[in-house]
DNA sequence: GGGTTTTGCGCC
DNA sequence: AAAGGGCGCAAAACCC
C-alpha cells in the first residue's frame, strides 16, 4: 500500500491520502506513520524536508519512496541532466508552467535541516498532497516506459531506503567521544591554542621549517616553499608530499609533519569537533545520491574523510559495541558479474580475488590488481598496457565491458549503471573542445569517466541495496551509524552482535541475489565486532 | 573587500 | 614510482 504524504510547513501535522482514497488531514504526523505496521510505502516529496521531524517525535519508517530523488534519476534516464528535481519542478514541467528551482535544505552546524521560511505551495492551486499523488503516478508510468523497469525499480527502493538511513544516522550520530578526540588532538598538537594561534607542535615545526631554509616561510603557502627551495639551490614542480620525499634538504622532514598534522587541526581538530560533535555523537549531513555514480556525499562534516588516525575516537557506548563490515575488492566483483565474465567471475568466487587472478599475470597479485583497477580507472602508465593486453586476452567479456564504456563515452554518449543510473551528458564545454586541438585529450579523459561510472555506480547499487536490507532486518535498538561507500557500522548492545553479524552476511547474499541473480561472484562482508573503530582493521 | 579558483591531501 | 575514477574541505592564490 502506498500512502502520500505532505507536512504542515510550521508544525507536527500534515495530510495523508492512501494511493486511491481521500486526503485526510492528520494533527500528529509522526504517531499517524507510527501506527503502521510495515505494510506502507510512505510516499513524499523529500525525505530530507519531512523524515527528520518524524524522526525527532519518535517515530520511524519502514519504506519510502522519494520523489525527488526517484525524479532526478529519471530526468538523467530521459537524458535530462541537472534540471530541478523537486514534486513541485516535475509538476510545473508535466502542466508546461514556469519550473521553481530547488531550494536547497538549508543545513546548520549538525542540527538537521531547517524549515524552510516560503510556503510550500508554489502557486498551483493544488494541495501538497495531491500534487505528489499526481506525480507520483506520473513517475510510475515514466518509469514502465524504461528499457529495464523492473531493474529502475530496485534502483528507487534501494535510493529512497538511502535517504530514510541517511536522515536517521544525522539524527543518532556515530559514537564520537569528545574526551578521547581531544586528548588525542592534545597529544598530537599540543594543548589547544587560543584563537588565532597555532598549537605549539605545529609552531615548533613551523620554526624547524624556517631554520632549515634560512629564511621565513609560511609552510602553507605552497609559493613560498617553491621559492624556498628554489633559494637553496633546488627545483620542485609543487609541494605535493610525495615531490618533496624525494628531496634532499633538512626542510624537508619538518615540513612534511608539518603539513601533516596541520590537516588533522584544521579538518579534524577542535573547531571542526565545536561544530559537529555533541554529547559524545558525530552528526554528520549526508547527501544521498550526491555524487554522480550515486555514491554518497556529505555537505558538511567531512564524514566521509575521517582520517584513520582520529578513528580513536569513534568509541562504542559503555555495553555496546561497533560492528563494522566492508566489502572486499567490490568493484572488480561488480565488474566480473555485470560482465559475465567467466573467468574473472571464477576468480571473484574466492575470497582473495586479486590472489586468485595472480595465475594469469604471470603469478604476480600485484600485477593482477593492477590490471583491474587500470581497466576499470582507465591506467595507461608504467606496466599498465602490458597487463591491459594480458586482461584483453584472458578476461575478453570483462575488458570488452569496460572498454565498450570507455567508446561510449569517448564520442560523448551516455553510458548506464546496471539497474539505471544514467551518466551526464557531456557539457557544451567539453562538445566544444573535442572538436578542436585538444580534442583527443578531452575524449580521452571523459572515456575514463565513463569508463568507471558503470563499475563505481554499480558497486554504489549494490552497497545501496545492502544497507536497505540490513536496515530492515536489524533489531531494536541496534542501529545504522556510519556508512562509506562500501563499508557500514552498526552501533548495537553487545548482546545482539551474533544476531547484527549474521544480519550483515544475510544482506550482502540478499543484495547480491537482488542484483545478479545467480551468478557464481561472491561479495564477501566480513563483519568484525570492535570496542573502537581503529581496532577494525 | 569579497567572491571564485587552485592547491594539496584525507577518504573510498 | 607517482599514472588512472569519484569526492570534500581549508587555506592560499587569484581576480574583479
Redesign the pocket.
Known amino acids: 500500500m502506498y500512502v502520500v504524504v505532505a507536512a504542515d510547513p510550521e508544525g507536527r501535522g500534515g495530510t495523508l491520502r492512501p494511493e486511491d482514497g481521500i486526503a485526510a488531514h492528520v494533527t500528529d504526523l509522526a504517531a499517524a506513520i507510527a501506527g503502521d505496521a510495515g505494510e506502507v510505502r510512505w510516499v513524499w516529496g523529500d525525505t530530507r524536508r519531512i523524515y527528520p521531524g518524524v524522526l525527532a517525535q519518535g517515530a520511524r519508517v519502514g519504506r519510502c519512496y522519494d520523489i525527488a530523488l526517484t525524479e532526478g534519476l529519471l530526468l538523467a534516464a530521459e537524458g535530462r541532466f541537472g534540471e530541478p528535481r523537486s514534486a513541485e519542478a516535475a509538476y510545473a514541467r508535466a502542466h508546461g508552467l514556469p519550473v521553481p528551482e530547488d531550494r536547497e535544505a538549508v543545513a546548520e552546524g549538525g542540527q538537521g535541516l531547517l524549515f524552510e521560511t516560503e510556503p510550500r505551495d508554489a502557486g498551483f492551486g493544488i494541495p501538497e498532497a495531491d500534487l505528489v499523488a499526481e506525480v507520483y503516478r506520473g513517475q510510475l508510468a515514466r518509469i514502465a516506459q524504461l528499457p529495464e523497469p523492473g531493474k529502475f525499480r530496485l534502483l528507487v527502493a534501494a535510493e529512497s531506503a538511502g535517504a530514510l538511513i541517511a536522515a536517521e544516522m544525522g539524527f543518532h550520530g556515530m559514537p564520537w567521544r569528545e574526551a578521547v578526540h581531544d586528548a588525542l588532538l592534545t597529544e598530537l598538537l599540543g594543548p589547544r591554542p587560543a584563537h588565532g594561534m597555532r598549537p605549539a607542535k605545529l609552531q615548533a615545526l613551523a620554526d624547524e621549517v624556517a631554520a632549515a631554509f634560512g629564511q621565513a616561510v ?1 609552510p ?7 621559492k624556498a627551495f628554489k633559494a637553496a639551490g633546488l627545483t620542485v614542480p ?9 628531496v634532499e634538504h633538512p626542510g624537508v622532514k619538518p615540513l ?1 609533519a608539518y ?2 598534522l ?6 579534524h581538530g577542535w ?2 569537533a565545536d561544530q559537529w560533535v555533541r554529547g559524545d555523537r558525530f552528526r554528520a ?1 549526508y ?1 544521498v545520491g ?4 550515486g ?1 554518497w ?13 582520529m578513528r580513536r575516537a569513534v568509541v562504542a557506548d559503555d555495553g555496546w559495541t561497533l560492528v563494522v563490515a ?1 566489502a572486499a575488492q ?1 568493484e572488480p566483483r561488480v565488474l566480473a558479474a555485470m560482465a559475465q565474465d567467466g573467468g574473472l567471475a571464477r576468480a571473484a568466487g574466492e575470497i582473495d580475488l586479486y590472489a586468485a587472478l595472480a595465475k594469469a599475470f604471470g603469478g604476480s597479485r600485484d600485477a593482477a590488481k ?1 590490471a583491474m ?2 581497466a ?9 598496457h602490458k597487463l591491459l593486453a594480458v586482461m584483453r586476452q584472458r578476461f575478453p567479456q570483462a575488458y570488452g565491458f569496460v572498454e565498450d564504456a570507455a567508446r561510449a563515452g569517448e564520442e560523448g554518449h551516455l553510458v548506464r549503471s546496471w539497474l539505471g543510473r544514467t551518466s551526464p551528458p557531456p557539457s557544451a564545454r567539453w562538445r566544444a573542445l573535442v572538436s578542436g586541438p585538444e580534442g583527443v585529450r578531452a575524449a580521452r ?1 571523459r572515456g ?2 565513463t ?3 558503470v563499475v ?1 555506480a554499480t558497486a554504489a547499487e549494490w552497497a545501496n541495496t545492502l544497507m536497505a536490507i540490513l536496515r530492515a532486518n536489524l533489531p531494536d535498538p541496534a542501529r545504522l551509524v556510519f556508512f ?4 557500514v557500522m552498526v552501533h548495537c548492545p553487545l548482546d545482539q552482535t551474533p544476531t547484527v553479524r549474521a544480519a550483515v552476511a544475510t544482506a550482502a547474499d540478499e543484495a547480491t541475489r537482488l542484483l545478479f541473480g545467480d551468478t557464481p561472484v561472491r561479495f564477501p562482508m566480513e563483519a568484525v565486532a570492535v570496542t573502537c573503530y581503529a581496532d577494525a ?1
Request: glycine share 10%; no cysteine; hydrophobic share 35%.
Open positions: 609560511n602553507d603557502s605552497p609559493q613560498q616553499i617553491v609543487s609541494t605535493r608530499s610525495w615531490v618533496l620525499k624525494q612534511l603539513k601533516e596541520a590537516r588533522l587541526y584544521s579538518f573547531v571542526w549531513e547527501v550526491g555524487v554522480v555514480s555514491r556525499a556529505t555537505s558538511g562534516g567531512g564524514a566521509l574523510q575521517i582520517p584513520k588516525l566492508d567490490l593492477i583497477l587500470s576499470m580507472y582507465g591506467g595507461t602508465s608504467g606496466d599498465a579523459d575514463r569517466f569508463r568507471n561510472f563505481q562509506q561507500h562500501d563499508e582493521k
